[in-house]
């Protein structure tokens, strides 16, 4: 494959292989007939699999460990709650659109995570889910936000998903993703690149607000609900907007559709700070209101050995001397605490006292480098179908919901790929039945026939 080609990456932010390669297929024939034509299978997410730093390590073939990246946010050293939104500036690794302007070839990126604050490139970049709103700088050059107004394409970053009016959600949704491909297919076809990547972060706010409708297996489950079709109707909208690209690119550019980890229904929420709380981990100096976040809480730092942070896995941190301010573990015990911890939660069973494949881990365990502020352990509650809760105060462990708002699926950690090559048999080349997603990098540089090492 040494021979330079264009490569057009199409990313659907946690495309599910159940749905995509077995339940919708001959409902989606432009990405049927690609895998048709090349390789396709499960690609193995990260750890954690979350967006941020999923896309990052696909673009650059490094681990969360070594990106210093564990989640869409970091915790500012030597504090309890104060946080930073990972940006552009978190990464100092090279990354595929660096190879490739180091080769003379143009990028035009689209929504890839993290792109906010918008960075330079050589070729033209619109940020990603993360922009607050287009009031602000958005593009790169900045010239293209008013190319686009004039062409009167609107760009929508985002949409609250979590949201109780099923009905709007869906039509802003469908919108968002047909303003999303407008501007893929302008971009296209007025400006010259050599690597195309677009992500499109609405397939994960589908599936997050509506995958109770589909899935009979969910405890929320509404049967004959007018939302009953919602997500197979996105695939397809995907389908036939990935197809147009797909037209306008033509037969010679290499074509890859991936996703950075999968989706799966979410059985509820683990309210990780309450149990800490429970088993005498976590101290407090007043009453616990209802729901309160832990960085409102009376928290008594002097007396707390540990907390937690909530999402789709949970992230605990232990109250070290000298690393916190007011740190209750001398550094000798470190050991012997965090074990202590981590086999208590492994312990946890579910609400009816059944057993949970909970995974827990330490960063140095599952990297090869830690860099950044990692906290302690990660946990992953009955591998990732149970969410974390960092609110305190609820009526018991286990929530039916997220406590942050609607939200019926949980991240998995199996996503999807499809690579065509016009030269080259890729299953051959692949060899393969799944990829993990590291390995993407590689063959993608491989695709674009880039030269040379990082």
């Known amino acids: 494959m040494s021979k330079k080609s264009r ?19 001959g409902k989606l024939p432009n990405l049927d007939k690609l895998r048709g034509k090349g390789w396709w299978g499960e690609v193995e997410s990260c750890i954690p699999p979350i967006t941020v730093p999923a896309w990052m390590v696909m673009f650059s073939g490094r681990e969360p460990g070594e990106l210093g990246a564990y989640g869409f946010r970091s915790r500012e050293q030597g504090t309890y709650n104060q946080i930073r939104i990972v940006d552009p500036k978190t990464f100092d690794r090279p990354t595929l659109w660096d190879r490739a302007a180091a080769q ?7 929504g890839v995570p993290p792109s906010y604050p918008p960075f330079e490139v050589r070729g033209d ?3 990603c889910f993360l922009t607050p709103n287009t009031d602000r700088p958005y593009t790169y050059p900045r010239g ?31 919108e968002m993703t047909a303003g999303h491909f407008d501007i893929a297919s302008y971009l296209m076809e007025e400006h010259p690149w050599n690597l195309f990547i677009m992500v499109e972060i609405g397939l994960d706010r589908v599936q997050h607000a509506f995958w109770r409708y589909q899935d009979p297996s969910h405890h929320l489950f509404e049967a004959g609900s007018p939302f009953a079709s919602a997500l197979e109707d996105y695939y397809i909208l995907l389908d036939e907007r990935i197809g147009e690209l797909l037209e306008i690119c033509g037969p010679e550019t290499a074509v890859a559709v991936v996703s950075d980890h999968g989706a799966k229904g979410m059985k509820g929420a683990f309210c990780i700070n309450q149990w800490l709380a429970e088993r005498g981990y976590l101290a407090f100096r007043g009453e616990v209101e209802k729901g309160i976040r832990l960085e409102d809480a009376p928290v008594d730092w002097s007396n707390t050995r540990a907390w937690g942070w909530g999402g789709y896995y949970a992230r605990v941190f232990l109250n070290i001397e000298g690393r916190e301010p007011e740190g209750s573990i001398a550094p000798e015990r470190y050991e012997e605490e ?14 009816q006292g059944e057993e949970w494949k909970t995974m827990v881990v330490r960063p140095q365990e599952v990297y090869t480098r830690v860099e950044g502020d990692a906290s302690d352990l990660m946990v992953f509650f009955d591998d990732l179908s149970w969410r974390a809760v960092g609110t305190m105060g609820h009526p018991g ?19 999807v790929g499809i690579i065509y090559h016009p030269r080259k048999d890729m299953s051959k080349s692949i060899g393969k039945e799944y990829l993990h997603i590291q390995e993407l990098y590689g063959i993608f540089t491989e695709l674009m026939g880039l030269e040379g090492e990082d």
């Open 7 to 25: 490569l057009l990456v199409i990313g659907l932010d946690s495309a599910v292989p159940q749905l995509l390669f077995h339940r919708y297929a």
């Open 125 to 127: 970049l619109i940020s």
């Open 397 to 415: 462990m286990y929530l039916d919901e997220n406590d942050t708002g609607p939200d019926d699926a949980v991240h998995d950690w199996r996503g």
């Open 338 to 351: 965090v074990e202590a911890l981590a086999q208590e939660l492994r312990d946890i069973r579910g609400p």
């Open 144 to 174: 293209l936000a008013v190319e686009l107004g004039e062409q009167g394409l609107c760009y929508v970053p985002d949409v609250a998903f979590r949201a109780e009016d099923k009905s709007e959600l869906l039509g802003s949704l469908r």
């Open 104 to 110: 003379d070839r143009r990028s035009i990126l689209l």
